[in-house]
């Protein structure tokens, strides 16, 4: 039986601290899409590691990690991560698998990806420039390369060439990429590879089959969602629930839990809509406490109350069972906090978050303000424990969405977690 963990606002929420915590006892532990524009922060056992490929199970003794076909993997960033991860004392030995339909993310990719940002110049969507949203066009226009395909010397080189030949009729000199550069490089990347490359549909049938104890840990979050989200400042693959089944084969009767998880107050890096955004005081202070800086990128993350119109949202798409709330401690010392609610256009109350970027641009978003607890929640690990006013926010939060909220992050360690 399998547990899923997804995002349920913008990304950054908190999934690799849930998912590690998850994780013991979990025999496979899985990523079903994105690339290595995620990024997950676990403090264990007194350190701190970031992931962005890898799934957060590698920190977990005996369980194997498997890159799923819906994720596009940039190799030396593959190697790295592994690299770092073993410096720590970590033994990732026949734990990381990564499956062979999975599609490359090249370094040509990446000099694309910066180019189509210029080219977009105030409509830029605000990517991570990690060539993410190329690799998956060319994987929809068929000219992409597979994990397959690299151990095929003359159809990678060929590939290769065709496609930086494409894109230099496109950008001319502004490309400045040597295709033959990259080519050496893979051709040292070749024999280390293969030792992590599978075909994944025999190993989840597999799984499946001997009743293995999987987790599932989406990347990003369903308000990036290429088909959901706020188009287009979204990411290029469907980081919702529909996700998981197309990246990883996985059987949809066999699903003992989808979590969503949500921040106790609402973050977003990159441009785009954010209908409850604080560019204030009150922004400034949530992005300071919180430590509001992309794993990833290092960007300042914008700030704003908790909105639970895109929660709402969120859960109306990838039917959650339970929800983390994250991050719960970083609201101790407001006086009073707001959560959004409501949408208002032109006088009309919205029934859903809305498609059309022209209405998020005009509306209204209406908020209830509840009062804060001005106690210190870091650390607790108990129900009854948390101030009144903070088990009220929870159950507000609770009532509103229709989720029971089953885990409270109250600090970075993975101690630092309420059950209920």
């Not at 949500?262 to 204030?280: L, M």
């Not at 009309?348 to 001005?374: H, I, M, Q, R």
């Amino acid at each position: 039986m399998a547990t899923i963990v997804l995002g349920a606002q913008w990304g950054d929420e908190g999934k690799g601290k849930i998912v590690d915590v998850l994780s013991d006892g979990i025999q496979l532990c899985c990523r079903a899409q994105g690339g290595h524009n995620a990024g997950h922060t676990i403090v264990k056992n007194g350190k701190t590691f970031d992931v962005h490929i890898l799934p957060s199970g590698v920190l977990s003794e005996g369980c194997v990690n498997l890159i799923g076909s819906g994720c596009v993997v940039y190799v030396p960033g593959l190697f790295k991560e592994i690299a770092t991860i073993e410096n720590h004392g970590i033994d990732l030995t026949n734990r990381v698998l990564v499956s062979d339909r999975c599609h490359v993310d090249l370094d040509l990719h990446s000099k694309v990806d910066g180019l189509e940002e210029v080219e977009l110049g105030n409509a830029k969507v605000g990517t991570t420039g990690k060539g993410i949203g190329p690799t998956y066009s060319t994987k929809a226009a068929r000219s992409g390369i597979r994990m397959s395909e690299i151990f095929d010397k003359k159809r990678f080189d060929d590939k290769l060439r065709h496609l930086a030949q494409g894109y230099k009729k496109r950008y001319g000199d502004l490309l400045q990429y040597d295709p033959e550069e990259e080519i050496a490089r893979f051709d040292e990347y070749r024999p280390k590879l293969e030792t992590y490359v599978v075909d994944q549909v025999p190993l989840i049938e597999s799984a499946v089959a001997g009743n293995v104890r999987m987790l599932v840990e989406g990347a990003n979050a369903l308000m990036l969602d290429i088909d959901n989200g706020t188009y287009p400042f979204v990411t290029s693959s469907n980081t919702g629930l529909g996700g998981i089944f197309t990246g990883l084969h996985l059987n949809p009767r066999k699903i003992q839990e989808t979590i969503g998880v949500v921040k106790a107050y609402t973050t977003r890096v990159g441009s785009g809509p954010f209908p409850s955004e604080q560019i204030n005081s009150i922004g400034d202070t949530l992005q300071e406490v919180g430590h509001e800086f992309g794993v990833t990128t290092g960007r300042r993350r914008r700030c704003g109350w908790l909105d639970l119109v895109v929660v709402k949202f969120s859960n109306s798409i990838n039917w959650y069972d339970a929800i983390n709330l994250t991050k719960l401690d970083i609201l101790d010392d407001f006086d009073e906090i707001k959560v959004a609610t409501a949408y208002e256009h032109k006088g009309n109350v919205l029934t859903s978050f809305p498609a059309d970027l022209g209405v998020l641009e005009e509306l209204t978003v209406k908020y209830e303000t509840l009062p804060g607890w001005k106690a210190n929640t870091a650390g607790v690990k108990k129900w009854e424990e948390l101030p009144v006013n903070a088990r009220k926010y929870v159950e507000f939060i609770e009532k509103f969405v229709g989720v029971r909220i089953k885990y409270i992050g109250t600090g970075p360690a993975r101690e630092s977690m309420i059950i209920r």
